[in-house]
């Protein structure tokens, strides 16, 4: 399923207890997710030689006004890209609105928080830091390749019957979207 995967809270559930009920094999979202330099981020965090991770940042376009179910359509590829790099079990979310294009997310976690910035007047370029208590390190994110790294994972979940993903991962991004959406619209901290 292309991103968004669903817009709400309750096609996400549906989504979830059909799949569970049937035994439908579901991927999809952003393929940002398996971007070599988001995967070479995952492996610098498994590999320990950043230590403990203590925080990052992320940007990426996105915004409220777009005709296309506003930052659900856009907003995919950062969430995903944070969740697949600094984990899935994100805590809560606050946000704050400059103007549409630019909008700002702090994302809790138990023992870190990363800041997302959604913009897409950037000059085209979007990064990735992570920031760990031995090392840290920084990429840019090269977008050319991302539509075939996701059609590999879609081909090789049909070979083997696995998902690349859980559906709890698969649809953290929903939630944690309109967890944003939320934040925005009541100016607090809104748990995921």
């Known amino acids: 399923i292309d ?28 393929t940002m997710k398996y971007n070599y330099e988001t ?64 909008i700002t997310v702090t994302v809790f976690y138990d023992d870190k928080n990363v800041n997302l910035n959604f913009n897409g007047k950037t000059g085209g370029k979007y990064y990735g830091l992570v920031l760990g208590d031995k090392n840290s390190v920084v990429c840019e994110f090269d977008l050319s390749v991302i539509y075939k790294l996701g059609f590999d994972r879609f081909i090789k979940m049909l070979k083997t019957g696995k998902m690349p993903l859980t559906l709890d991962e698969l649809l953290k991004p929903v939630y944690m979207l309109n967890s944003i959406l939320d934040s925005i619209k009541e100016n607090k901290k809104i748990d995921i």
């Open 39 to 102: 995967l070479t981020l995952q492996n610098k965090i498994k590999s320990g030689q950043l230590g403990n991770i203590t925080g990052g940042f992320m940007n990426f376009p996105g915004n409220l006004a777009s005709e296309y179910s506003g930052l659900h359509f856009y907003g995919p590829h950062l969430l995903e890209m944070c969740l697949s790099v600094f984990g899935y079990d994100a805590k809560s979310v606050q946000a704050h609105v400059l103007n549409d294009g630019n």
């Open 3 to 30: 991103k968004p995967i669903v817009t709400s809270r309750e096609d996400a559930k549906a989504l979830y207890d059909a799949a569970k009920k049937y035994g439908v094999l579901v991927t999809g979202g952003s």
